[in-house]
């Protein structure tokens, strides 16, 4: 095996888990869809990963195949539609808010720049210009999409969830 | 704390909350890198054209690499435009119906693959019973094969280089196929005695190992007679002959056929110039000028062969046919096989899935057929070294 193949196993087996989970919620809890998403990612940095000399910069490279590579995915798959279209059908007002999936039917009702911008900023906690370098878009762009996002994360989870006293756990109606 | 305050710190903790506990699937990196692999040997071409010559000629430089990804079948193909002003008649004859009406001739003096199934000079066939193969080049301890095999599922399982003697017996190589793009990367020197998978290179007349290749060699793109030229971080260019130092070249230098000085490189309006390259890695043009749908180039450098079988000499580009009809074009990526300054081995389509070999003489404007059709996939090319 090359140096080159050494690195790459290296950062797989210390990165892949967390890729994945982060993939789960671009994915909207499709756990099949992230494995795929991962695969494809890890792939195409693979291909490319004598481009990345410096390894602090190899997550953000990473991460950026990632998000735009779940972009050409996106919901044009009819897998996800009808994956998209059942979580959102449990995410009626009327379900059940301690469903587990409750965060995943509402990430999914996003657009798919709002949710990676959610994801990153949110789960991620990646600066906007961070996020702005993944999505290849401005920093601008970013607070736009983190804003639309928020509002409609807001409202849509604003009858599950109460904000927390400061410090304590969240409380879940 | 603000509303919007208070629900960003709700979100951070809702996306805590439903974190997966999830874990990669046993054998992700494996079957990662051998996606990888498989992916950068389709891109070998685009890689060296888009470093060395820019976007604009990529189309022209991928097809010449004989590595275009897809391409509309033959049959189906507009007219190609002529060379010379003057007017060619619109209908043109298929490649299938043409080859079909050649004379036969001799075999081929190459061992050649049809889909899977390694034809050898002798008149031995042996079907490998593998997913996918494609030569690597004549040594002089046997023909060197690289494979794909798929799991049950059709999922690429693995890759490996074979030896495969003359009478058709074969014999799995030590040397890995897990450096960068493998096979297509794994060059063979024009002797058939040194054989590098793009790590080590190997005498295969005594097996031993004599060196390695600079540690920064990504893709190989050919083994000439003035050393190996390959890439370096998707962007630089080298030339480099075993013991020596490695030379940078100035820019993408053209695709070279093994064993050949001579090569082609695209220009921007989709023609191409026949190139040699200098032991001081030099590269002069040798061509007149810039040959639209020029397919291959003799190894001495006088001759050129368009796409649809018109011979060209390079000092003066006056044209000639190796048909009496005019043809439609053969893909960009058909196989070619120089078999001396004026004689080729060619795959063309034969209709249903199937190809032909055909050998032509550009001195003599001749053709003949040298198989019979073969079964090679809608699109595939009978495979030469």
């Known amino acids: ?63 950026k195949i990632m998000v735009r590579e ?39 009702a996003l657009p798919r ?38 509002a409609t994360l807001r409202e849509r989870l604003h009858d599950t969830y109460r904000a927390p006293a400061e410090g304590a756990d969240v409380e879940r109606r | 704390m603000s509303v919007d305050e208070d629900f960003e710190t709700v979100l951070r903790q809702q996306f ?11 054998g992700l990196t494996h079957r990662i890198m051998a996606e990888g692999r498989r992916e950068r040997r389709k891109r070998r071409a685009r890689y060296a054209v888009s470093a060395g010559v820019g976007a604009v000629a990529l189309g022209a430089a991928v097809s010449m690499s004989g590595l275009r990804p897809s391409e509309p079948d033959t049959a189906k193909e507009p007219a190609v435009p002529a060379t010379s002003g003057t007017a060619r008649p619109a209908e043109k004859q298929a490649l299938a119906e043409w080859a079909a009406g050649l004379p036969r001739g001799a075999a081929p003096e190459v061992a050649y693959l049809a889909g899977t199934t390694v034809h050898l000079p002798g008149g031995a066939v042996r079907d490998l019973d593998v997913a996918d193969a494609a030569i690597v080049g004549q040594t002089v301890a046997g023909l060197i094969i690289f494979v794909e095999e798929n799991d049950p599922q059709g999922v690429l399982a693995g890759t490996r280089f074979v030896l495969v003697q003359d009478d058709g017996t074969t014999t799995d190589m030590q040397a890995s196929t897990a450096v960068e793009g493998a096979a297509y990367e794994a060059v063979v020197s024009p002797d058939g005695r040194y054989f590098t998978n793009g790590d080590q290179v190997i005498d295969k007349s005594t097996g031993a190992t004599v060196g390695e290749m600079p540690e920064a060699a990504e893709v190989l793109v050919s083994w000439t007679s003035e050393g190996i030229i390959y890439s370096a971080r998707g962007q630089e260019y080298f030339l ?35 190139v040699r390259i200098a032991g001081s890695g030099e590269v002069t043009t040798l061509s007149a000028g810039c040959v639209p749908d020029l397919l291959s180039v003799s190894p001495d ?64 404007l001749r ?6 059709p073969v079964q090679v996939g809608v699109n595939e090319s009978v495979r030469l070294p």
Not at chain 1, 42 to 55: G, I, P, Q, T
Not at chain 2, 16 to 23: D, F
Not at chain 2, 255 to 268: E, P, T, W
Request: proline content about 4%.
């Open chain 1, 1 to 63: 095996m090359t140096a080159r193949d050494e690195e790459f196993t290296r950062y797989v087996e210390t990165r892949s888990a967390a890729l994945l989970r982060t993939a789960v919620f671009l994915c909207s809890g499709d756990s099949a869809a992230a494995e795929d998403l991962v695969q494809a990612t890890l792939v195409k940095a693979y291909v490319h990963w004598s481009r990345v000399r410096d390894e602090h910069k190899r997550d953000a490279y990473v991460r």
């Open chain 1, 70 to 108: 779940s972009y050409r995915r996106g919901p044009a798959r009819a897998k996800d539609v009808a994956h998209v279209a059942e979580i959102r059908d449990r995410a009626s007002p009327a379900g059940d808010h301690d469903d587990h999936l409750s965060l995943f039917p509402q990430l999914a």
């Open chain 1, 113 to 150: 720049q709002q949710r990676a911008v959610v994801v990153l900023r949110y789960y991620e906690d990646l600066s906007e210009q961070q996020i702005a370098d993944a999505l290849g878009c401005s920093t601008g762009s970013v607070k736009q999409h983190a804003s639309r996002g928020l």
């Open chain 2, 16 to 26: 805590r909350l439903h974190e997966p506990r999830v874990s990669p699937a046993a």
């Open chain 2, 240 to 274: 480099w002959r075993l013991g020596e130092a490695p030379i940078a070249l100035d820019g993408f230098p053209g695709v070279f056929d093994v064993g050949s000085d001579v090569g082609l490189r695209g220009a921007q309006n989709g023609c191409a110039e026949a």
């Open chain 2, 301 to 364: 450098g006088t001759t050129g062969v368009t796409t649809d079988l018109r011979v060209i000499d390079l000092a003066t580009a006056d044209a000639s046919s190796l048909s009496d009809t005019p043809l439609h074009s053969v893909r960009r990526d058909s196989e070619i096989h120089w078999l001396d300054d004026d004689d080729l081995l060619l795959s063309v389509p034969a209709g249903n899935g199937s190809s032909r070999l055909v050998r032509c003489s550009t001195a003599a």
């Open chain 2, 367 to 372: 053709c003949e057929s040298a198989t019979g």
